[in-house]
């Protein structure tokens, strides 16, 4: 049977949403940052576009960015918070206690 997950205690799930909001915070900074980098690079190597192009190339960049930081960030809470160490070993079995 699974331990009881870190993340139910109320004051250690707290902590380990507010850094994973904070690490967000910081990213859909740094995504901004990229997205105004790529659409320089548009602007400079390709050359006057339509302005869908513009929008297009924004948001997938966007997007893209801020999709890998939001999965990347829920990894990192659920190992930072032991919730990954939670589900496991069961000592009880007689396979010698590995992983299911």
């Known amino acids: 049977m699974a331990r009881r997950s870190p993340l139910d205690d109320p004051a250690i799930s707290a902590h380990a949403w507010a850094r994973y909001k904070r690490l967000m915070r910081w990213m859909a900074g740094f995504t901004l940052a990229v997205v105004i980098v790529a659409l320089g690079l548009v602007a400079t190597l390709i050359g006057p ?13 966007g997007v893209s960015v801020l999709l890998t930081s939001a999965l990347m960030g829920l990894v990192f ?8 160490a939670a589900i496991g070993v069961d000592e009880d079995q007689s396979d010698g206690g590995r992983r299911r």
């Open 49 to 61: 576009v339509p302005i869908h192009f513009y929008i297009a190339t924004g948001l997938g960049v």
């Open 77 to 84: 809470l659920s190992n930072g918070s032991g919730h990954d």
